[in-house]
């Protein structure tokens, strides 16, 4: 929806009546619409209202790993397929790139422990990456140039082996490099795709079929 059809949709609720907010909500838009809540006191008055409303209203968490126990607890005893698919999802960001996991609310502990893990193995030079790589796509209209640009660049070894030592200035350097040569992410992703294809084992006519483009 547009901003103007929104506005227009809400132009006769009063955004000020919680019940009025949460049934117009409900009415117009479920089950696509979802309350993010975190058990807070304000967010238990929501849940309320959803259910008085609707049974089927949907509610979800996101784990920070910094909620209160009360809050796993809370989740934990109503978490519980098939009764409830209520579950929480475990996630961490780095800049503009978020990871989440969720297990559907059968495992959430086994999530939250992966999402440690991840967390720990993805270093804060993915964020200079996202960064990077956003502002190379921007300079370039929707287009095969554009995802050609994208699909090189995630498939340039140095620029992995620069995320895997976490090598901030190496991570922008290899971006930078292959973001403002002409052509050059186009040529570097071709000659990648060539090596993928050898290592397939697609026999000589399609390595030399690779090799030419």
């Known amino acids: ?83 409830c698919d209520f579950h929480c999802t475990s996630f961490f960001a780095r800049g503009p790139l978020v990871v989440s996991i969720a297990s559907g609310g059968h495992t959430p502990a086994l999530s939250a422990a992966l ?38 660049i995630t498939a340039d070894a140095g620029l992995m082996d620069a995320l895997a030592r976490n090598d901030h200035r190496a991570i922008r350097a290899r971006i930078v490099r292959l973001a403002g040569r002409p052509g050059g992410a186009r040529r570097n992703h071709e000659k990648m795709e060539g090596r993928a294809t050898r290592g397939r084992g697609d026999g000589p006519s399609g390595a030399q079929g690779s090799g030419s483009q």
């Open 115 to 152: 999402r440690r893990r991840l967390e720990a193995a993805v270093g804060s030079g993915w964020q200079t990456a996202a960064c990077r790589m956003a502002e190379a796509r921007g300079r370039l209209g929707p287009g095969p140039a554009r995802r050609a640009l994208m699909k090189a």
């Open 1 to 83: 929806m547009s901003e103007h059809e929104v506005e227009r949709d809400w132009a006769g609720v009063n955004l000020a009546d919680a019940e009025a907010v949460v049934a117009h909500a409900l009415d117009r838009y479920h089950p696509a619409v979802a309350l993010a809540s975190s058990f807070s006191m304000e967010d238990c008055i929501l849940m309320d209202l959803l259910a008085r409303r609707r049974k089927d209203a949907r509610v979800f968490a996101l784990d920070t790993g910094r909620l209160n126990p009360e809050t796993y607890e809370c989740a934990e005893a109503m978490g519980a397929p098939p009764h």
